[in-house]
């Protein structure tokens, strides 16, 4: 279907916002007439730039206040709609959208209602102008689409129909089936807006809180189902109000925007994009460095060991059982400090993964690689996190530790096998990474969350809210369906300027996390350390042996428990913006230590280093 957007839903000034929209491959736009008040374009310099950019202009909005007054106040209204109408025909635009009135001046009177709309109507056809009514959730005396659409049957005219908007369908708990007792061809235009489900004042909800379809907690899909089945011919359009977006960049908003659609539209069969094919493991974590000392002492205390380093880059690959960090020191190093650049993802068909995602406007980025390198496809996600779609055991694809010669002095790795053939851990030691912690530019935590799900094919858990020093982090974790795969996406203040809210860390599976820390602080690394608070509170909350509560405290293990299971848990200290968590789960335990985040965070502010 067409697509089309609210200029709204963009940040910048309309030229730049028509421009983002082109650019993500929208079909048309809604003019926002704040939007067009404040160009400096004339309205018929903005219908040409549209042309220019391959831009319909679907729709102009909105008209308020204007059915059910007094009669004077209605003539002033016709006036009023007039203007606008003259307006429309200079910029090409064909339909007008017209709000439930919100007037105190507004009488509860269908029939009155009903009347004024249709002389309005009338004028818009000698313009050659439909008029779209939509009932917002806080209208007035109307504030349904069942309601909105009864006056405008009632009304009777050609040139009069209804707009569908989900959020105020939805937010209000209407059932949506109703839509497919509305002609298809009364249905002048479909407004699409997601949000959080939250309680509060719907206005506010709705002025602050809208995002993309896919992003919040609406069934978007099951909604635009009913629209097409009523007969609905018109553009899927997205109309958002959300504080962020407005202050984001306005070209990577409009293509999260379109990508929302894309996904819908799969969600509702009206569009067949390539299958998603889901991750089945962490093949490797890259992490880029200035100064790989730092990071190597860690790893190494961690019991990880050097085993091979890139036959053409600076690049080392540190193993134990399977997990693997790939330690960069090459140009792509970020000059300041440490940082998480890479993640590889053990793929079924990675051909067909490097496909679904240009498909879902994640196009594949361009890589210098070498004759003999093992083709890896990756493309980039909202934080510019790469992703690399790895074979798996099973592929006939060359495997991509081929690219790396044995390390000298250290144990060789098996090139051309799918496994490095490493025996299982002993106690304590690490045998796989467990999950991936990246916190999220502050603009861009809801498209990082869709982007995982719609492109890797990841569940989205509910997103949670962390209490931190300086504010409230935001969590949501993305997985796969068996956990093979699990990535925790964040997003929250940061102390200071230069920090920039980016820490990341990796998190490393064992079977015996007080094992393993002991042996970590034997051979020279350093734990992080908890408040003494923490464990007294920890007493009163849980049953535990003096010793066992003692040896948390001593390692600065924390400990979480739920009905399926049992997570104990430390940190080592912070490389820059780098730090590792050793992980026991116990049981089905799926979450991620939630509840000790507050704890974990106020340690490592008190441990950054001041000045």
Not at 159 to 179: E, M, N, Q, V, Y
Not at 448 to 468: C, M, P
Not at 566 to 586: A, I, N, P
Request: hydrophobic letters at 40%; one cysteine or more.
């Amino acid at each position: 279907m067409r697509t089309s957007i609210a200029t709204v839903s963009l940040s910048g000034s309309l030229t730049e916002k028509l421009t983002a929209a082109s650019r993500a491959g929208f079909d048309g736009v809604e003019i926002f007439e704040n939007d067009l008040l404040a160009s400096p374009l004339t309205p018929e310099e903005i219908r040409a730039r549209c042309a220019d950019l391959g831009l319909t202009i679907d729709l102009y909005q909105p008209m308020r206040d204007i059915e059910a007054v007094p009669s004077d106040e209605f003539d002033r209204n016709l006036r009023r709609a007039e203007h606008k109408f003259r307006l429309m025909r200079r910029l090409g635009a064909d339909t007008v959208l017209v709000c439930s009135s919100v007037s105190p001046l507004a009488v509860d009177d269908d029939e009155l209602a009903a009347r004024q709309l249709r002389r309005l109507a009338e004028l818009a056809q000698d313009f050659g102008i439909r008029v779209a009514y939509e009932a917002l959730a806080w209208g007035r005396h109307v504030s349904t689409y069942d309601h909105a659409w009864s006056i405008v049957e009632q009304a009777g005219h050609p040139a009069l129909g209804t707009c569908l908007d989900s959020f105020h369908i939805l937010a209000r708990g209407s059932d949506p089936k109703g839509i497919e007792d509305i002609p298809g061809e009364k249905i002048f235009f479909l407004q699409l807006a997601d949000a959080p489900l939250m309680a509060m004042d719907v206005l506010q909800w709705s002025r602050h809180y809208r995002c993309f379809p896919g992003q919040g907690g609406f069934d978007i899909a099951g909604l635009v189902g009913h629209v097409i089945r009523a007969g609905y011919q018109g553009p899927l359009s997205l109309e958002v109000f959300n504080d962020v977006f407005r202050q984001a960049e306005a070209g990577p908003t409009a293509v999260d925007a379109q990508r929302s659609l894309l996904v819908l539209q799969e969600a509702a069969g009206l569009a067949e994009p390539p299958a998603p094919v889901v991750p089945s493991g962490i093949a490797f974590a890259e992490l880029v460095t200035p100064d790989a000392e730092p990071v190597s002492a860690i790893l190494e205390a961690l019991g990880f060991t050097r085993t091979a380093r890139h036959r053409g880059k600076p690049v080392d690959l540190w193993q134990q059982g399977e997990a693997r960090v790939l330690l960069n020191t090459g140009p792509a190093a970020r000059r300041d400090g440490t940082s998480l650049a890479a993640i590889g993802l053990e793929s079924p068909d990675p051909a067909g993964a490097a496909r679904r995602a240009e498909a879902l406007l994640a196009p594949v980025l361009p890589r210098r690689r070498a004759p003999e390198d093992a083709p890896l496809d990756a493309v980039a996600a909202p934080d510019g996190t790469e992703l690399f779609f790895c074979a798996t055991d099973s592929s006939e694809l060359p495997h991509w530790t081929s690219d790396f010669e044995p390390a000298e002095h250290q144990p060789p790795t098996h090139h051309g096998a799918r496994r490095t053939g490493h025996k299982p851990s002993p106690d304590g030691g690490v045998h796989h990474i467990d999950h991936l912690a990246l916190t999220q530019p502050w603009h861009q935590f809801d498209e990082a969350a869709l982007f995982h799900r719609s492109v890797l094919g990841f569940g989205a858990q509910e997103s949670v809210d962390v209490a931190d020093p300086y504010g409230l982090l935001r969590s949501r974790a993305v997985t796969s369906a068996d956990g093979s795969v699990r990535i925790a996406l964040g997003v929250g203040p940061a102390p200071t300027a230069d920090e920039g809210g980016r820490a990341q860390h990796i998190a490393l599976a064992t079977d015996d996390v007080v094992t393993a820390a002991r042996r970590f602080r034997a051979a020279g690394g350093r734990l992080l350390p908890m408040p003494p608070n923490y464990y007294d509170d920890l007493a009163a909350r849980y049953e535990f042996t003096d010793d066992e509560l003692e040896t948390y405290r001593e390692l600065g293990i924390l400990y979480d428990r739920d009905a399926d299971g049992e997570f104990r848990h430390c940190y080592t200290e912070t490389v820059d913006r780098v730090f590792f968590e050793l992980v026991q789960r116990d049981g089905g335990y799926r979450g991620y230590g939630a509840p000790n985040a507050p704890v974990r965070l106020a340690a490592q502010h008190a441990r950054r280093p001041v000045g």
